[in-house]
C-alpha cells in the first residue's frame, strides 16, 4: 500500500519561508518522480515543482521564480521542498505525488499516488 505523507504547513507571514516534508512508504523510492502540487479554493490543482527518482533533474512551475527548491533524500524515502519569500497568492493545500514516468512530469495525471495535503497559510 502506497503512502505518501506531507508535513511543514502552516501560518507565516509575507517573506516567510517553510519547509515542507513528504515521507513516502509502499514504492521503491528511487524509481519514482516525485512532484509538489498545490490548490487554492477554487481552483484547479497546479504543478509546483518535480524532482527525477535519482535526483538529477528538477522542474519548476514559472510562477516559483526561484523561490522555491525541491529535494529528496531517497535513503530516507523523503521528498522536500523549500519555499522563501513567500506571497499570500502562495496560500493552498499542497500535495506531494509520486509518478513511474521517467525524467520530470509536470502534469497531474502522470501521477498515481496523492498524499493527503498540507494546508500552507501565508498572511499579509
Known amino acids: 500500500q502506497v503512502q505518501l505523507v506531507e508535513s511543514g504547513g502552516g501560518l507565516v507571514q509575507t517573506g516567510g519561508s517553510l519547509r515542507l516534508s513528504c515521507a513516502a512508504s509502499?514504492?521503491?523510492?528511487?524509481?519514482?518522480?516525485m512532484g509538489w502540487f498545490r490548490q487554492a479554493p477554487g481552483k484547479e490543482r497546479e504543478f509546483v515543482a518535480v524532482?527525477?527518482?535519482?535526483?538529477?533533474?528538477?522542474g519548476y512551475s514559472d510562477s516559483e521564480k526561484g523561490r522555491f527548491t525541491i529535494s529528496r533524500i531517497n535513503v530516507y524515502n523523503t521528498v522536500y521542498l523549500q519555499m522563501r519569500s513567500l506571497e499570500p497568492e502562495d496560500t493552498a493545500v499542497f500535495y506531494c505525488?509520486?509518478?513511474?514516468?521517467?525524467?520530470?512530469?509536470?502534469?497531474?495525471?502522470?501521477?498515481?499516488?496523492w498524499g493527503q495535503g498540507t494546508q500552507v497559510t501565508v498572511s499579509s
Open positions: 505525488a509520486a509518478s513511474s514516468v521517467v525524467g520530470v512530469p509536470t502534469t497531474v495525471s502522470d501521477y498515481p499516488y
Open positions: 509502499g514504492i521503491t523510492f528511487s524509481n519514482y518522480a
Open positions: 524532482i527525477s527518482g535519482l535526483g538529477g533533474s528538477t
